[in-house]
């Protein structure tokens, strides 16, 4: 529960502290002295938005600090101790500091923290309903939101809602995967073709450039077997004028001289070494000339080949050589797109499981909502009929949709109906509940389901607004009575709820010459005495009206 709230430059509260307890607290004041300001600023460290108006004028920022008392919250302790949080005496301090440029900051027992974090643990902590939820009782969202925390499955509607949008993420991922699939089919024929026209050429690696090698050769045979065997001639088989009967004639002509001029040496040993040179190159021609061969068979294959290679090449407008990188790219492609279609079918398997997880916790959500709903609808028409509207009845009533629809709120849309007099079928609140009905209606219902919550601190804020005489002591008597399982605090300008609590806070504006602030009092019971009697019969205080006031103190 809470124990502590300090507010400082806060709207007009320049600083304020308040130590709270267990039971039913009322919270009055007159009309402008800032009732509402202390809830205000409790919302804003469960995570409520704030901007700079929020901070006191004049001053740099605002700073909230709520502590509550988690001992008997199970569920805040695990949160805790998830994120390393926990603090051993079983307190969490919520902060919160608005700057006045908008800045706002969020801290869970000194560690900074998310806004997000501050809301999702706030709901565990306390719950907190307004003098205007009866206006969204006119959306059906309430009604559901309503029903399933009544009947305890909130948790169980976040998975529904989990389990939906998985579905609709798979089911689009599906579509998508299934058209690019429909579109890809000519394509998919069309790359199965390709690949088959390159897997039957079966280009092997350096194979071009050996057929072209064998091309010119073969092309210029006959060249090349006249231009050898003329070399050869001039070489060595012309016996008058060949290279190696000169290089013979000149070493004899300078044989003669080598003894007594030893510098033709040198000149002789080079024409020796010409004449081996031109011998070996004359045997390597011959053997050339011997081993070739002039095959029009073999020319005319290697003809067609690099034809087939070539005509490939310019079909895909690529050069001969990159066939190879092209078949590699155009098998990557082909990979993928039956990748594609694999996954197509992985995400079919997935969205029957996710469908099939849908349907199990859509019909355990079914199942508590048909059970609660009957339920609800007798504890809200035994509240609105104490509250003043003797022959109302409440209904509520399932929608159910089709079941192969995965819904993020379920299977069922919920609605409150509500007759207000006997003998009259039950309509939507919109069309048959006044204001002053509507707002029976809503506290009826915010008593009820209070009861059933899981919450520890439950707060009101003038949710008793257009009710009034013998009412409004009921309305008293059942808040107290939540207070007596809990922690209750309420806004209210009813004397009859103001004298059922266990504790009074009375709200007071303190002008200055320059600055207004607002004050809060914990009254004794001579205060009590005073400010219910101020409620009954407003700032002139009378003997009867103190009179009266002690009658409803005492009679509590």
């Known amino acids: 529960m809470l124990v502590h709230l300090a507010v400082n430059n806060y709207a007009i509260v320049d600083h304020l502290e308040l130590e709270l307890s267990s039971g039913m607290t009322v919270i009055t004041g007159e009309t402008g002295a800032g009732k509402s300001i202390m809830l205000d600023a409790l919302a804003l460290t469960l995570g409520d938005r704030a901007d700079s108006g929020a901070v006191r004028p004049g001053t740099d920022k605002a700073d909230i600090l709520a502590t509550f008392d988690i001992s008997q919250i199970p569920e805040a302790q695990a949160w805790l101790d998830e994120r390393d949080l926990n603090s051993a005496d079983q307190q969490v301090i919520l902060r919160r500091v608005i700057t006045a440029e908008g800045r706002s900051r969020g801290y869970i027992n000194g560690s900074p923290c998310p806004q997000q974090d501050l809301k999702a643990l706030g709901e565990m902590l306390i719950d907190i309903h307004s003098q205007h939820e009866h206006q969204s009782l006119l959306k059906p969202d309430t009604h559901r939101r309503l029903l399933d925390d009544y009947t305890g499955s909130t948790d169980l509607a976040r998975q529904v809602q989990l389990a939906a949008q998985r579905c609709k993420q798979t089911e689009q991922a599906l579509k998508q995967a299934s058209e690019k699939g429909n579109e890809q089919t000519s394509r998919l024929q069309l790359l199965t073709y390709q690949l088959e026209e390159l897997d039957n050429l079966s280009l092997q690696e350096g194979e071009l450039d050996e057929l072209e090698n064998d091309q010119r050769q073969l092309a210029n045979a006959e060249q090349i077997m006249q231009s050898c065997q003329h070399v050869i001639n001039l070489c060595s088989e012309n016996d008058s004028g060949s290279v190696l009967h000169a290089l013979t004639i000149s070493q004899q002509r300078l044989a003669a001289f080598r003894s007594s001029h030893h510098s033709l040496e040198e000149a002789d040993g080079m024409l020796a070494s010409a004449q081996i040179q031109i011998e070996e190159a004359v045997g390597e021609l011959t053997r050339y000339l011997d081993h070739f061969e002039a095959d029009p068979e073999r020319q005319q294959q ?31 492609e082909l990979e993928s797109m039956q990748q594609q279609d694999a996954d197509a079918e992985r995400l079919a398997e997935e969205l029957e499981a996710y469908r099939e997880h849908y349907r199990q916790l859509a019909d355990e959500l079914s199942g508590k909502r048909q059970a609660g709903a009957t339920k609800l609808e007798e504890a809200v028409t035994r509240e609105i009929q104490q509250l003043g509207m003797p022959g109302g009845q409440v209904k509520v009533q399932l929608n159910t949709h089709e079941a192969h629809s995965c819904l993020p709120h379920g299977r069922e849309s919920v609605e409150l109906l509500v007759s207000a007099n006997p003998g009259q079928p039950a309509k939507p609140l919109a069309k048959v509940a006044s204001g002053g009905e509507l707002s029976r209606i809503s506290l009826g219902i915010q008593v009820s389901t209070a009861q059933t919550s899981r919450v520890p601190t439950l707060v ?29 605090l309420t806004v209210t300008h009813l004397p009859q709820v103001a004298a059922q609590g266990h504790q009074h806070l009375f709200v007071r504006k303190e002008q200055g010459k320059e600055s207004t602030s607002t004050r809060i009092d914990n009254l004794d019971k001579d205060g009590r005495v005073h400010e219910v009697a101020r409620m009954l019969g407003g700032i002139d205080l009378t003997d009867e009206s103190l009179a009266h006031a002690r009658k409803l103190l005492s009679a509590v």
């Open 302 to 332: 290697v003809e067609e080949r690099l034809g087939a290679i070539y005509d490939l090449a310019r079909k895909h407008k690529v050069n001969p050589d990159q066939l190879p990188v092209l078949q590699q790219q155009l098998i990557d």
């Open 460 to 488: 009101f804020d003038e949710v008793d607004v257009g009710i009034g005489g013998p009412t409004a002591e009921i309305v008293g008597n059942l808040l107290r009575q939540l207070g007596g399982h809990g922690q209750v």
